[in-house]
T-cell receptor, first 114, second 118 residues
Framework: DQQVKQNSPSLSVQEGRISILNCDYT??????FLWYKKYPAEGPTFLIS?????DKNEDGRFTVFLNKSAKHLSLHIVPSQPGDSAVYFC?????????????FGTGTRLQVFP | DAGVIQSPRHEVTEMGQEVTLRCKPI?????LFWYRQTMMRGLELLIY????????DSGMPEDRFSAKMPNASFSTLKIQPSEPRDSAVYFC????????????????FGDGTRLSIL
């Protein structure tokens, strides 16, 4: 049973436009959410996170939005650049319940074209 | 600074053989995680350790899989006997725990071992 779902396996966006990657979760106990980026032949690298006490977190071109009532989060990249082309994984955890276990989605492959 | 180091990067072996994957975490990190990545299931947590002690191995698929962490700088994931369905990319990650006073610390991943069982 996938507790964290990324329903779009791929997304193609033109350079300079906004990229929006979506993630849904089913477990209401999740209280901390992270996005990781992965290039081919490399391990995932941490990008940005958000706690359930917030609904938005920004870091430069990257913004994560959390809608707890809908159990939905999204990652916005503005403006998109060719170097953003990678697989993006959404992850969730029950941090405040004392676990360090991350549950990952299946990933969305983003391609940014000129 | 050195990141998480995994070896080998690629492993091709025949069904039934024993496979050992190795991981060196970032120095000072007290959590170590083993993941498997497949197209169908994405990144799945297999097992994780805290201070060299296994905390949760509920993701280990079968008794053919075992993991050890004999000291703070080394861990192994072993598959014996290996089967073609074990073919995947295996990642090791390490992190500081929440007890470090810095909030939830992100996990740092190695570059993975691509395992192919023929």
């Amino acid at each position: 049973d996938q507790q964290v779902k990324q329903n779009s396996p791929s997304l193609s966006v033109q350079e300079g436009r906004i990229s929006i990657l979506n993630c849904d979760y089913t477990n209401s106990m999740f209280d901390y959410f992270l996005w990781y980026k992965k290039y081919p032949a490399e391990g995932p690298t941490f990008l940005i996170s958000i706690s359930s006490i917030k609904d938005k977190n920004e870091d430069g071109r990257f913004t994560v939005f959390l809608n707890k009532s809908a159990k939905h989060l999204s990652l916005h990249i503005v403006p998109s650049q060719p170097g953003d082309s990678a697989v993006y994984f959404c992850a969730a955890t029950k941090y405040f319940f004392g676990t360090d276990k991350l549950i990952f989605g299946t990933g969305t492959r983003l391609q940014v074209f000129p | 600074d050195a990141g998480v180091i995994q070896s080998p990067r690629h492993e091709v072996t025949e069904m039934g053989q024993e496979v050992t994957l190795r991981c060196k975490p970032i120095s000072g990190h007290d959590y170590l995680f083993w993941y498997r990545q497949t197209m169908m299931r994405g990144l799945e947590l297999l097992i994780y350790f805290n201070n060299n002690v296994p905390i949760d191995d509920s993701g280990m698929p079968e008794d053919r899989f075992s993991a050890k962490m004999p000291n703070a700088s080394f861990s192994t994931l072993k598959i014996q006997p290996s089967e073609p369905r074990d073919s995947a990319v295996y990642f090791c990650a390490s992190s500081l725990g929440p007890g470090q006073g810095s909030g939830n610390q992100p996990q740092h991943f190695g570059d993975g071992t691509r395992l192919s069982i023929l």
